[in-house]
Nanobody
Framework: QVQLQESGPGLVKPSQTLSLTCTVS??????????WYWIRQPPGEGLEWMGT???????YYSPSLKSRTSISRDTSRNEFTLHLSSVTPEDTAVYYC???????????????WGEGTLVTVSS
């Protein structure tokens, strides 16, 4: 059974960088053919794909967030990390990590999800 768990600060100030880590158990993040995702849901809005890191370490980003987003991984810890720079209150959302057996921008294609973590951007 694959389990994903997000961790990071619940409050970030505007202009700072938001960093969240997803710790994975039950499978290795280097296992072919799995891709690992960051997805968010602002209050009252739908799910938004942010970016993906593949089993081989390749990264893919939403065009609307690409200039502010990076995803890295630590294979020794079996975790991957989202960095979102220059945050504004509009980045307030529940942030989820997830896994799918391929590359997709559709949150409906995710097979496993973390429970999500609320991040509020406020001074």
């Amino acid at each position: 059974q694959v389990q994903l768990q997000e961790s990071g600060p619940g409050l970030v100030k505007p202009s700072q960088t938001l960093s969240l880590t997803c710790t994975v158990s039950g499978d290795s993040i280097t296992t072919d053919p799995y891709y690992w995702y960051w997805i968010r849901q602002p209050p009252g809005e739908g799910l938004e794909w942010m970016g993906t890191i593949s089993y081989s370490g390749s990264t893919y980003y939403s065009p609307s967030l690409k200039s502010r987003t990076s995803i890295s991984r630590d294979t020794s810890r079996n975790e991957f990390t989202l960095h979102l720079s220059s945050v504004t209150p509009e980045d307030t959302a529940v942030y989820y990590c997830a896994r799918a057996s391929g590359l997709s921008t559709n949150p409906g294609d995710m097979g496993y999800w973390g429970e999500g973590t609320l991040v509020t951007v406020s001074s």
